[in-house]
């Protein structure tokens, strides 16, 4: 027998009326017909359904104890229904109702308890395990994650949000980790409650929570949510600390993982004879999971033979490898909050590397370009310089110039450095010593990546994009060899080109080699290998033999190759000692380089060009006043006519571009004139010839006599 207790006014007879009416009539447990019920099981997560049969006289009893439940149910986003349905209930396994039936997600199970126990169906009905579906992570509220808390030791928490656009991503990923978190006895749940999060200290979603039991405060994770593994190994180690050590490889295998992995710290040491090795080792094993966080792996090795490979013989050492290439952290290793800046530093900026002597040895063997920082500790200057030089570190990179720095004054003693700090620059192999201000740091970056300096001797320069990018601004006649590193005849092919490489620099010709795909289309180089001659950025492919490289060097230097429609193409000495043997006819523009005269006479004679191309003058620039000299030009600008090499200056005015056409019409089509030099010679011959002459005449009949 039931009973319910007014808590009103006993004294109002109207109220206690109405509160009768009520309890007998008042249903709150919604009842639904058949198509009602199959559309809740499709759409509720979780949904209790009471089968009952409206003949029993236990029928109300029972409805009125699960409706005693029904609000705080609700609470747990538990809906609950009646049906009558006799069918339907025989479906889900009752022939005789009464009966409960519990849908999570469409899977059902049917409670076997006493019904008539409202509080142990709640129970049944709210049970973790029984609103768990092991095919995805359940989806709680605060009320169900709150009773999860009180029976679960372990519990990670997705925090998500309908309106964020990764939460879906990411929660695919984390769903492949469900069942091995659970097999770890970690409860994995999620919670669409922004509140909830925010009040955890969470305010960027999606995000994950992990609980333990006893503890106040909850941890959040801050690694990478799309990488699985990570997150496992995080919950792992939350679960178990004791776990939570750095990994120890050694051979062949922690050669792999530097050669592989684009972040990995080594910890090099030796129990055996080093005192502090084993102290330091446990305080870095306090920053091996933040380490991990932040995509770095940490190991530890007592392997010499490794350590000996990069110049290792001082322990404990810690050195940190991004892309294969090292860095010795040159601080204090007791100091575990130092340590894990300086790591994420190195993961996050571009800074320039410590290095050892035989680290160094191997980065000159294998990189072309190389800058090498000497210098000392407790130097106030070295360290002000190198502060400096971390500003053009980057740019560096960019120019494909790997800079580094090493504290070794014996070797620098080898590449005559007497005094710190100063900088080697490696091209090849090949050392260059800086000899300008280093505290000036742009000029260092200028000297760098000019060209002379970079320039190697019988090689052709390789480039990347930005460089290329550069040189086609700068260089007005660019052979640019586009290759792959998989082509089985570009290395024979570079053989051939680089043999006339000195020869096209003294035509004024740069040649350089890229082998990056993305450069090759955007210029439309369809086949590899492939030469382009970029004349003022204007490109022209050779679809010649390049493996003839003589016949290269003829197309680079052919006078159709590299002159530009409407555009007066410079020249070097090389160059234009060429054009003199090729050409009966050729005019020169000599210039002065910043000078707005020679610029402005310039601008005129570029609209005369195809008149006199048409009159088959070849002309060309020259902005080298001492070559100029030679020909006889004392004043610049000025414009020389070259006929069979015999040169005839332009006395008229350089601003008219009319009157230096018609001077080179006229030149052009009359026959060659004696200047006045030519007859003072011709004058001089003669009198000499008179004169001999004359003193023949004189000694003749004097020789007659004594005959």
Request: hydrophobic fraction near 40%.
């Amino acid at each position: 027998m039931l009973c319910w207790y007014f808590s009103g006014n006993l004294h109002d007879e109207s109220d206690v009326l109405d509160w009768m009416v009520k309890q007998k009539t008042d249903m709150s447990i919604e009842e639904v017909n058949r198509e009602k019920l199959f559309q809740y099981i499709e759409t509720k997560e979780f949904l209790a359904v009471v089968f009952y049969n409206e003949e029993s006289s236990d029928s109300p009893r029972i409805l009125r104890h699960i409706e005693l439940i029904d609000d705080e149910a609700a609470e747990y986003g538990i809906k609950i229904v009646k049906t009558c349905d006799r069918l339907m209930a025989k479906k889900y396994g009752y022939r005789k109702p009464p009966g409960i039936t519990y849908f999570r997600k469409g899977k059902y199970i049917n409670y076997d308890g006493d019904i008539d126990d409202d509080e142990e169906i709640l129970d049944w009905l709210t049970d973790p395990e029984n609103m768990e579906l092991t095919d995805h992570i359940e989806r709680v509220n605060r009320k169900m994650f709150q009773k999860i808390r009180q029976t679960s030791d372990y519990i990670a928490v997705f925090f998500y949000s309908d309106d964020c656009k990764q939460c879906s991503r990411v929660l695919v990923e984390i769903e492949h980790i469900d069942d091995e978190a659970d097999g770890a006895g970690i409860d994995f749940v999620k919670i669409d409650d922004k509140q909830m999060a925010k009040e955890l200290g969470v305010f960027a979603l999606p995000a994950v929570v992990f609980f333990k039991m006893g503890s106040k405060e909850p941890v959040i994770y801050a690694g990478d949510l799309y990488n699985e593994e990570q997150l496992l190994n995080w919950l792992l180690t939350q679960k178990d600390p004791s776990g939570e050590v750095i990994e120890a490889l050694e051979g062949d295998e922690l050669r792999s993982l530097i050669n592989s992995e684009n972040s990995v710290a080594v910890y090099f040491y030796s129990i055996e004879d080093c005192d502090q090795c084993q102290t330091i080792l446990e305080e870095l094993e306090n920053i091996d999971d933040d380490c991990d966080r932040h995509g770095i792996i940490f190991v530890k090795t007592q392997d010499f033979q490794v350590a000996e490979e990069f110049g290792i013989s001082d322990f404990p050492c810690l050195v940190y490898f991004e892309d294969e290439v090292p860095n010795v952290f040159e601080g204090e290793l007791s100091e575990e909050e130092e340590v894990l800046q300086w790591l994420i530093t190195q993961k996050t900026e571009e800074r320039i590397e410590l290095i050892t002597r035989v680290m160094l040895e191997g980065l000159v063997e294998d990189t072309q370009y190389l800058a090498v920082y000497f210098y000392k500790v407790n130097c106030h200057i070295c360290d002000e310089i190198l502060e400096g030089l971390e500003n053009i570190d980057d740019e560096c990179d960019v120019y494909g110039i790997h800079m580094v720095k090493i504290q070794d004054p014996q070797l620098a003693k080898r590449y005559s450095i007497k005094t710190f700090p100063a900088l080697v620059y490696f091209r090849n192999g090949n050392p260059l010593l800086y000899e300008g201000d280093l505290q000036n740091e742009q000029s260092v970056l200028e000297w760098l990546i000019d060209d002379d300096n970079r320039e190697l001797a019988d090689e052709i320069e390789a480039v990347n994009d930005r460089m290329l990018e550069r040189l086609l601004e700068e260089s007005p006649l660019l052979a640019v060899f586009f290759y792959d590193e998989d082509c089985p005849e570009c290395d024979e092919i570079l053989e051939h080109l680089e043999q006339i490489d000195g020869d096209a620099d003294q035509y004024g010709v740069d040649m350089v080699k890229i082998n990056q795909p993305g450069a090759a289309e955007k210029y439309n180089i369809i086949n590899s290998p492939s030469l382009v001659y970029f004349r003022k950025k204007v490109p022209l492919l050779y679809d010649g033999d390049l493996h003839d490289e003589e016949k290269v060097l003829t197309w680079l230097t052919s006078q159709d190759i590299f002159e530009i429609k409407n555009e007066i193409e410079e020249v070097n000495r090389k160059m234009l000692d060429k054009l003199l043997e090729e050409n009966e006819f050729l005019a020169v523009y000599f210039y002065e380089h910043d000078s707005e005269e020679s610029d402005a006479v310039l601008e005129k004679l570029e609209k005369i060009d195809g008149e006199i191309e048409n009159l088959d003058i070849p002309f060309v620039k020259m902005g080298d006043p001492r070559y100029a000299r030679k020909w006889g030009v004392t004043k610049l600008p000025s414009v020389v006519y070259f006929r069979k090499r015999f040169p005839n200056i332009y006395r008229g005015d350089m601003n008219s571009g009319d009157e230096v056409l018609e001077w080179l019409r006229k030149n052009r089509f009359r026959q060659p004139e004696l200047n006045i030099f030519m007859y003072a010679v011709i004058a001089l011959a003669i009198t000499f010839v008179m004169y001999t002459a004359w003193l023949l005449s004189c000694f003749r009949p004097h020789i007659k006599q004594v005959i």
